[in-house]
């Protein structure tokens, strides 16, 4: 079982930065792979970032890559979200996940067994 808790949303203006940070428990975060996905009002959930059980392999959705950065810290069982060049239509709320697919990150939501409950981002234009 794992646990997770995201934080560092925010309100902040286009062109601004947040770091979004997500903390889990358990003594086995470096045994997952983690995501980074994110949902606006009225819209499906989507695919931000997601790295492998070390961090060493990255995938990046299209509309975040160049801007965005995933990384993660596996003695403080912390995995990051740095955003810069924040856009209007990064608005939303951000979770992490965790999946079992150790050295393989995923862009499907179906890969992760355990999800955050999520941490909301604004950005005013």
């Known amino acids: 079982q794992v646990q997770l808790v995201e934080s560092g949303g925010g309100l902040v203006q286009a062109g601004g930065s947040l770091r979004l940070s997500c903390a889990a428990s358990g003594r086995t975060f470096s045994s997952y792979s983690m995501g980074w996905f994110r949902q606006a009002p009225g819209k499906e959930r989507e695919f931000v970032a997601a790295?492998?059980?070390?961090?060493?392999?990255?995938i990046y959705a299209d509309s975040v890559k160049g801007r965005f950065t995933i990384s993660r810290d596996n003695a403080k069982n912390t995995v990051f979200l740095q955003m810069n060049s924040l856009k209007p239509e990064d608005t939303a709320n951000y979770y992490c996940?965790?999946?079992?697919?150790?050295?393989?990150?995923?862009?499907?939501?179906?890969?992760?067994?355990?999800w955050g409950q999520g941490t909301q981002v604004t950005v005013s234009s």
């Open positions: 996940a965790a999946s079992p697919l150790r050295y393989r990150p995923s862009g499907s939501g179906t890969s992760y067994d355990y």
């Open positions: 790295a492998d059980y070390s961090g060493g392999r990255t």
